[in-house]
């Protein structure tokens, strides 16, 4: 008992520290602890939920580019075809253009022989009609001092008789 | 030397003592700071709030480290042990702590007390706190191993008697843990004052500077004993015996 009284022990105020000790407890509890739990575990819920869409973000941004890659690829592939399509075409082009141009030719050329040949065939009646003009002169001219002028008409009615059917043919 | 609190008055048989008064300054440090941290509370913490949160964090995560799930129902009474030790120890560096004196009327005679000690140099608050912290770590213990594993601690039914002798040391350790409490608490905080007291009366003025640190530094450090310790009586009785 002398302990207690040199330490001061006394119940009402041990009773008062403990309810005293309580109240604050449960007001810090209360108004401290809850709403700051809260919202350090509201924050935390937001940095995970950012975290979570960042690595979201990640994972669509690797597959734009994995996306990319493969269009840059297939245009790559799409582009070599194209070109190889198009070193083909220009061939079978300039192959067709040459042939195209030699039928072209060709046709020009027998157009040509034909009119020359058709040129010729005109030019050839010409000069015969005009050799038979000067010989049908030459005959007048030769003849008018040896015949007659019955034998005259009748030699040259001949020969030009002859010579218009030979015409003819 | 005087180690029990002066007592300045009476209301209704009540007795008022110095140290009363300290822990009602206390209380009223710790509410007024409750009410500025929870009017600002936010998403986006101001420097107070940041401070507290850390503290909170901390002691969060010290107990889920050694409780684990327990640590929902440990840490708010650690904690409120933490800053109410802390707050009562350190406001008795504050000056007018000893050197203010109250008159006070003592059957027939007038004398001179301090109006002010500091509140953990009183055994009343010193042992309300090791009863609190003992009686809450007997209660967590039923409410969460059950009655059953919670009597085995105490009374086994095996035949060696060296169980039985268990049992009575584990009834006692009991005992002790309310006394080391207190004590612990008290005797560190009581010897800081004496010490502060004769450093002023050899030499007010630089002398008491270094011993003021250190009793800063045991404040602290007195705190946080007080509150690890609960924290692991409390782990220790909330697991199940093997």
Known sequence: ???????????????????????????????????????????????????????????????????RKKLLFEAKNNANTLIE????????????????????????????????????????????KMSIDVSRKIILRVLSDLFSDDEKQKF???????LDEKIKN | MQIKPDMLFSIANFPVTNT???????????????????????LKPNSI????????DYFMETTREIAGERASFIYPWVLSFFIFILVSNLIAQFPGFESITFKASMSNSHIKVPLLKAATSDLNLTLAFAVISVILTHYFSIKYTGIKAYFTRFITFRVFPIFLFVGI????????KIISFSFRLFGNISSGEKIMETMYNIFSFG?????????????????MIFAMLTMV???????KPH
């Open chain 1, 1 to 67: 008992m002398e302990i207690i009284q040199k330490f001061g022990l006394e119940i009402k105020l041990l009773l008062f520290q403990i309810v005293n000790f309580l109240i604050i407890a449960f007001i810090l509890k209360k108004f401290l602890y809850i709403p700051l739990k809260k919202i350090l575990d509201e924050r935390k819920h937001k940095i995970e939920q950012s975290l979570l869409e960042s690595n979201n973000t990640k994972i669509i941004l690797e597959g734009a580019k994995e996306e």
């Open chain 1, 156 to 162: 040259i009615s001949r020969a030009l008789k002859k």
């Open chain 2, 49 to 56: 709030q940041n401070v507290t949160e850390v503290v909170i």
């Open chain 1, 85 to 128: 399509t198009a070193k083909v075409s220009i061939v079978e082009a300039k192959e067709k253009i040459i042939m195209e141009t030699k039928r072209h030719s060709e046709q020009i050329l027998d157009d040509a022989k034909q009119r020359a040949a058709t040129e010729f065939k005109i030019m050839n009646n010409q000069i015969e």
């Open chain 2, 169 to 176: 040391l584990e009834f006692s350790n009991e005992i002790t």
């Open chain 2, 20 to 42: 009363i008064i300290a822990t009602i300054i206390s209380d009223i440090i710790i509410i007024s700071f409750i009410l500025i941290i929870s009017r600002a509370i936010s």
């Open chain 2, 233 to 239: 009586f409390m782990h220790i009785m909330t697991d």
């Open chain 2, 207 to 223: 002398l008491p500077l270094p011993f003021m640190l250190l009793e800063i530094l045991v404040a602290i450090i007195q705190a």
